[in-house]
């Protein structure tokens, strides 16, 4: 694709105008204000629904889309527009660390009083708080929770609980196993899905070890030295000696893990909830088999779902809109705002809105994650949100130790190694 920065120009028109001189005079009184957004389809969908109904709700603005680039291309044009003042009215980008990154309090305006921050959910609130305690962004689509994705006829079958507890998990996968059946899916030919063992039990890391963010990001906790964070790779290594997984773990794809678990093949599945997406297309007929638990900690109490919080919507302090930018925020930071979302794509996880209901026909274990969000402190961002170290080479390191090659403590010490570089690379300082 060309880098090229594609603009959509989005508006609501009542009907077609035939003569060029009334459109003129429909449109003398509006204000234009542009919306940067990112290229995949699904974000252009929505912020160009966005940007259509809140035209129809304000007649006096219209909103020009403009659809940016990804990955590192987009944060270096962020950066750059930022500091030469030349950003759009509004912004869509990553919230926790790459936000930090952007020097917020001196970059984007403060929108710590608008009234709608009544009704964001506060882990949302946390990763866009700038250093000086504002709070400088709203959320826009939908929060992930990083869990295990399971076969709710084979729970049935075998007459299981979904776990709370860690033990609880280990005795399921026991019964499953005497039954025939594949208790856990690992997919480690797409790496990056071995780490969600390790990433999506951050929750538990925090409730046993509250500071480990702050002081994993000061150079003074590692893992190898954690308990609760060392009890990640454990838990990996435990399933493989276990014998729990399935024969081809080597081999399997994201798809394969994603089939088996939705047929039955396999009982569970390590993953992120934006998949149920997935099934939905490839095995529509037995999505709505695939339940939804958080990775279990070590004390049933405790128990609590590890999240990956949604992209962010920023105005930038030399904006020149400033106010009708606000609007068109709070209007994607309210229910109507959600409203407008759902119509554009499918929902994969819950709104971080309070008052936001899901849309009738959501997969089973999107619901699933609904009683996490709705009782307090039953969730948490994942790390990557809570501190801006996080090592290149974790999915090779978990595949190591969930293959049986590497020990959970010589792997954790590895990443240590692994987070060391790029923590100096970052500049932080102790490290």
């Known amino acids: ?3 090229t920065i594609v603009k959509r120009r989005v508006g609501f028109i009542a009907g077609l105008l035939c003569v060029t001189a009334l459109f003129g005079v429909a449109h003398a009184d509006q204000t234009t204000i542009t919306f940067f957004t990112a290229n995949d389809a699904a974000t252009v969908a929505v912020s160009e629904e966005l940007a259509k109904d809140f035209e129809a709700a304000n007649p006096d603005v219209h909103v020009e889309v403009e659809v940016g680039p990804g990955g590192t291309e987009r944060d270096n044009l962020v950066r750059s527009r930022l500091a030469t003042q030349s950003m759009n009215d509004v912004f869509l980008y990553n919230s926790g660390s790459l936000y930090r990154a952007l020097n917020p309090a001196q970059t984007l305006v403060d929108l710590s009083n608008e009234p709608w921050q009544a009704n964001i959910v506060p882990e949302f609130k946390e990763v866009v708080t700038a250093p000086d305690g504002t709070v400088r962004g709203a959320p826009i689509q ?3 929770g990083g869990g295990i994705f399971y076969n709710i006829p084979l729970y049935k079958e075998l007459g299981l609980s979904v ?4 033990g609880e998990f280990m005795a399921n996968n026991a019964k499953i196993k005497a039954a025939g059946k594949v208790p856990v899916v690992q997919t480690y030919r797409d790496t990056w899905t071995s780490q969600l063992m390790v990433l999506g039990d951050n929750y538990n890391v925090m409730a046993e070890t509250p500071d480990f963010a702050s002081q994993y990001t000061a150079g003074k906790a590692k893992f190898a030295s954690t308990p609760s964070a060392l009890r990640s790779f454990q838990k990996l290594e435990e399933l493989h000696a276990a014998g729990y997984l399935n024969e081809d773990f080597g081999a399997a794809t994201l798809e394969d893990g994603l089939r088996m678990v939705a047929t039955g093949e396999g009982a569970h599945y390590p993953m992120l909830s934006f998949a149920f997406g997935s099934i939905a297309k490839t095995d529509p007929d037995n999505l709505n088999n695939v339940g939804f638990f958080a990775i279990p900690g ?17 105005i930038p302090s030399a904006g020149p809109n400033v106010e009708i930018a606000k ?3 709070a209007f994607v930071a309210s229910v109507k705002g959600c409203e407008s979302q759902n119509k ?7 709104y971080l809105v309070n008052g936001c209901e899901l849309p009738a026909g959501v997969p089973r274990g999107v619901s699933d994650m609904l009683p996490y969000f709705k009782e307090a402190g039953k969730t948490g ?5 809570l501190s801006p170290v996080k090592g290149p080479s974790l999915e090779q390191i978990t595949v190591e130790v969930g293959s049986g090659t590497r020990s959970a403590a010589d792997g954790a010490a590895l990443y240590d190694e692994d987070v060391r570089k790029q923590a100096q690379q970052l500049g932080l300082p102790g490290w």
Do not use: C, H, Q
Not at 163 to 166: A, F, G, L, R, V
Not at 344 to 350: F, N, R
């Open 1 to 3: 694709m060309s880098n």
């Open 142 to 144: 939908t929060a992930m």
């Open 163 to 166: 776990p709370k507890s860690w």
């Open 298 to 314: 070590d004390d049933p109490g405790k128990n609590g779902l590890t999240i990956w919080l949604p992209n962010g919507l920023y």
């Open 327 to 329: 609007r068109f925020v």
């Open 344 to 350: 554009a794509a499918a929902v994969t996880g819950p």
């Open 381 to 385: 961002p994942a790390l990557e949100f």
